[in-house]
């Protein structure tokens, strides 16, 4: 398999650092309200990332944190006037929710900044013995310039930022406001203010600067070198190049082999934004459309690619989904039809044996840097060489071969072919019912009326020699 690393800009041939295992790092949201559209992008690819691995037989340790204090946080809870655990809490368990709906599967750990603290202190008191830190009225800054690669993820000349933050650092500093010794100095720990969680340090109360935070919690649960750190484009610089400084300061070994890095997500060809009004959040998105399609149309494009969602696109994906589960359900209705041979024939033999070169197909799309986009127009080529080779005569033999090789394709996808029972009100059942009694007297005119009516409420209905069959659309 083959990624682009961000780290080298190529595409370079994965190999683990442990034979068998891979260790993989995503960057998870902070808990301040629930998730946006944006956030389920990199959720939803690096899901598959995981799934392909576990396809392909490797035994993979993937920890995406919660980032549960932050300044966002702690404005949420001064406006609702509860503790700042409180609001992460309660949305550490609406993202669980929405990552579900998404068959987003959870992470082999979730760590949470708040329940890592002491190993943070222990990593900002290695790094001031190291001289890579220094200390200034209870904030601890990381020397920068004491890293020599610093720059080396974002391809930023160290020289280029730092007459960048120039005027900036000469404004604040006077004004008093800036101790830091350089301007591009970043924070690790910074003191106390009144009314903000705080933790005990040897630098007097206070919390952990977000860099720092998943340095440590990737460490932990992982490695001081982890095979792949993983996350949206926008976090490359500073959020990923301050953690390759701190960790490899500390640590003294290189962080990640391999980087990763999703494209932005933008609204009718606009960057996301609340003041412009086309701010949507997974759990708005989810209310208009099934969370199977919003997954299916975020892998409708290669990761890296920027991604337009429009309701142009959002239909495209729901047609091309229904397309895949039609066919899936097609092969069921003979797989449970007590009429249909059990036994497979040497014609079918073959029409099995012709899936293998779908299958190659699928994993060279996956093998070439995750390429969703390929991988989706092969499962379209196998429904529609299914579709044209199964007919309601085949075997259930046939049948269910032709299902597991479809599932399995699908599984790394996290396309879920089953649709779930979905549960019908009191009302909807009782007019499916009234309706097969009308039947029953041949009152057509009612049952037709009856139908009607189920469609406006969005149930479609399907008569079939098994029973009446319905979806919701």
């Given at each position: 398999m083959k990624i ?44 598959t ?6 396809y392909?037989?490797?035994?993979v ?5 919660f ?6 946080i702690?404005?949420?809870?001064i ?7 409180v609001?992460s ?6 993202c ?8 987003v599967?959870p992470?082999?750990?979730?760590p949470q900044?708040t ?5 943070m202190i222990?990593?900002?008191n290695?790094l001031?013995?190291?001289k890579h830190?220094y200390?200034k009225?209870g904030?601890?800054?990381f020397?920068t310039?004491?890293?020599?690669g610093?720059?080396?993820?974002s ?5 280029d ?11 604040l ?7 830091k010794e350089?301007?591009?100095d970043?924070?690790l ?30 460490k932990?649960y ?15 610089f500073?959020?990923h ?34 003041s412009l ?9 989810c209310e208009?459309y ?8 975020m ?5 890296r690619?920027?991604?337009n ?17 039609t066919c899936?359900?097609k092969l069921?209705?003979?797989i ?18 012709n ?7 699928f ?17 379209f ?5 299914i ?19 479809l599932?399995t394709?699908?599984?790394?996808l ?9 549960s ?9 019912e ?18 009607d009516?189920?469609l ?15 979806k919701?659309?």
């Amino acid at each position: 398999m083959k990624i682009f690393n961000t780290l080298t800009r190529k595409k370079e041939e994965f190999v683990p650092l442990t034979p068998g295992k891979v260790g993989i790092y995503v960057c998870g949201p902070t808990v301040y309200d629930y998730i946006h559209i944006g956030n389920a992008r990199p959720m939803i690819v690096f899901d598959t990332l995981r799934r392909y691995f576990e396809y392909k037989g490797y035994e993979v340790n993937y920890v995406s944190n919660f980032t549960d204090v932050d300044d966002k946080i702690i404005k949420r809870a001064i406006e609702d006037n509860v503790e700042s655990s409180v609001i992460s809490e309660r949305f550490i368990e609406e993202c669980k929710k929405d990552m579900k709906a998404l068959n987003v599967k959870p992470a082999t750990t979730h760590p949470q900044a708040t329940k890592e603290i002491p190993d943070m202190i222990e990593m900002v008191n290695t790094l001031i013995e190291k001289k890579h830190a220094y200390e200034k009225n209870g904030t601890v800054y990381f020397r920068t310039r004491s890293f020599d690669g610093y720059g080396k993820l974002s391809h930023k000349n160290i020289d280029d930022l730092e007459s960048g933050h120039r005027k900036e650092s000469h404004q604040l500093k006077v004004s008093g406001e800036d101790e830091k010794e350089d301007g591009l100095d970043f924070v690790l720990w910074k003191p106390k203010k009144e009314g903000e969680p705080s933790w005990k340090s040897p630098w007097g109360d206070g919390r952990p600067g977000w860099h720092l935070e998943c340095s440590v919690m990737s460490k932990k649960y992982i490695g001081g070198t982890i095979d792949i750190h993983a996350g949206g484009e926008d976090l490359i610089f500073p959020h990923h190049e301050n953690e390759i400084a701190q960790s490899e300061a500390a640590n003294g070994t290189e962080f990640a082999k391999y980087w990763m890095h999703n494209g932005f997500l933008k609204i009718d060809n606009v960057k996301m934004s609340k003041s412009l009004g086309n701010f949507f959040t997974v759990r708005d998105i989810c209310e208009k459309y099934a969370p199977q399609v919003v997954r299916f149309f975020m892998l409708s494009a290669q990761y890296r690619s920027p991604l337009n969602f429009s309701e142009e696109m959002i239909i495209n994906a729901k047609t091309g989904l229904e397309r895949i589960l039609t066919c899936a359900e097609k092969l069921r209705d003979i797989i449970g039809n007590e009429n249909a041979s059990a036994d497979i024939t040497a014609a079918e033999e073959e029409i099995v044996n012709n899936v293998k070169p779908f299958v190659e197909k699928f994993e060279a799309s996956m093998d070439d840097d995750l390429n969703t986009a390929d991988a989706v127009s092969v499962i379209f080529e196998l429904v529609k060489y299914i579709n044209s080779n199964v007919t309601d005569g085949s075997s259930k033999a046939v049948a269910s071969k032709l299902y597991n090789e479809l599932n399995t394709l699908c599984d790394i996808l996290g396309i879920i072919l089953e649709k779930k029972e979905d549960s019908l009100d009191s009302e909807v059942e009782a007019l499916i019912e009234e309706r097969q009694q009308a039947r029953k007297n041949k009152d057509f005119a009612k049952a037709d009326e009856i139908r009607d009516k189920l469609l406006e409420m969005g149930i479609e209905l399907k008569d079939t020699r098994e029973g009446v069959k319905w979806k919701r659309i």
